[in-house]
């Protein structure tokens, strides 16, 4: 009997302790509850060589402002990259890209054939605008760009603000005949300015140092920021192109008004929270900005600008 009692009070102690233990077991978690801001803003921007470095640069920027397009229904950031103009152009007509950041030139070609609008102004490696200056040599003889005709000029890229559009432009409104070359051993006639793309403006710079081109074309901040002092002082600038805008956002028309003025004032208020500095300084950027006068006082000599150089 004895035996037996041990037995019960054994199983009974046994039984307690596994209630105990199943009490203290943690609740199995829930799921977080799925957002039910579904809507998508779609960042994008021209890469041919590392488009996954783009998305990564400007993914961080794009979830910021999609946090705070809550009151029309957004809650998704994306970015999307295209090789070329064409593509953004293809994009944005579909409504696959809403915002397209991006230097005048390129923002130009891809609103010459989207129906994109001038949203804000950024402001790029601290300055809001900024000019194409043409250099040579100190005894190159150049003194004005009427002293280019049967030379050779370097400019930067095909797609490049100011490395081809504004000193494209300022030669043919001074009835200048601005030819490309396939190399800096092509002829040039007498009665044309031969122009040759180094892809790069250190490339330029070089180029122009040692004499392989007549004389080239850089903007203004990076003419003192990369060539040192010493270097400028055996350079001369003899032109200088009109001033425009460092980078512009532009806005699809698929993108309702409420939701682009939410978009303005984000961008606009970026730099004044820690955090929305910091992600500008990813892009190089120090703020953005509404156009002074309005977008349209802006554009007009800048289209002209672009007309110029698309009519060549």
Request: hydrophobic fraction near 40%; glycine fraction near 8%; charged fraction near 25%.
């Amino acid at each position: 009997m004895k035996h037996i009692l041990t037995y019960i009070s054994l199983f009974v102690v046994s039984l307690l302790l596994v209630a105990c233990t199943a009490q203290e077991e943690p609740p199995t978690p829930t799921e977080e509850p799925v957002s039910e801001l579904t809507g998508v803003i779609v960042m994008g921007d021209i890469d041919e060589d590392d488009p996954v470095s783009k998305i990564e640069e400007f993914q961080p920027i794009i979830d910021y402002i999609a946090a705070d397009l809550a009151d029309v229904g957004i809650g998704i950031g994306e970015v999307k990259i295209a090789p070329d103009a064409e593509t953004m152009i293809s994009m944005m007509e579909a409504g696959e890209v809403n915002l397209y950041y991006d230097s005048l030139y390129p923002s130009l070609l891809v609103a010459n054939g989207a129906d994109t609008t001038p949203l804000v102004l950024g402001w790029r490696g601290g300055e809001p605008i900024y000019h194409s200056v043409f250099f040579a040599l100190p005894d190159s003889g150049i003194t004005s760009v009427e002293d280019l005709n049967g030379k050779l000029v370097a400019f930067d890229d095909i797609t490049s603000t100011s490395g081809y559009m504004m000193p494209t432009a300022h030669l043919l409104s001074n009835g200048l005949n601005p030819v490309e070359k396939g190399s800096s051993e092509s002829a040039v006639a007498d009665d044309e300015i031969g122009y040759v793309f180094s892809a790069d403006d250190e490339n330029t710079i070089e180029w122009v140092l040692s004499g392989r081109v007549d004389a080239g074309v850089v903007d203004n901040l990076t003419y003192l920021a990369d060539i040192p002092e010493e270097t400028r002082e055996n350079l001369v600038i003899f032109a200088e192109t009109e001033s425009v805008p460092r980078r512009i956002v532009t806005i699809s028309s698929d993108v309702d008004d409420e939701t682009a003025e939410l978009l303005k004032t984000i961008l606009i208020g970026m730099d004044q929270t820690e955090e929305g500095q910091e992600l500008l300084d990813i892009i190089k950027t120090v703020k953005f900005e509404e156009f002074e006068g309005g977008a349209e006082s802006v554009f007009e000599p800048i289209e002209e600008m672009f007309a110029l150089v698309q009519d060549q």
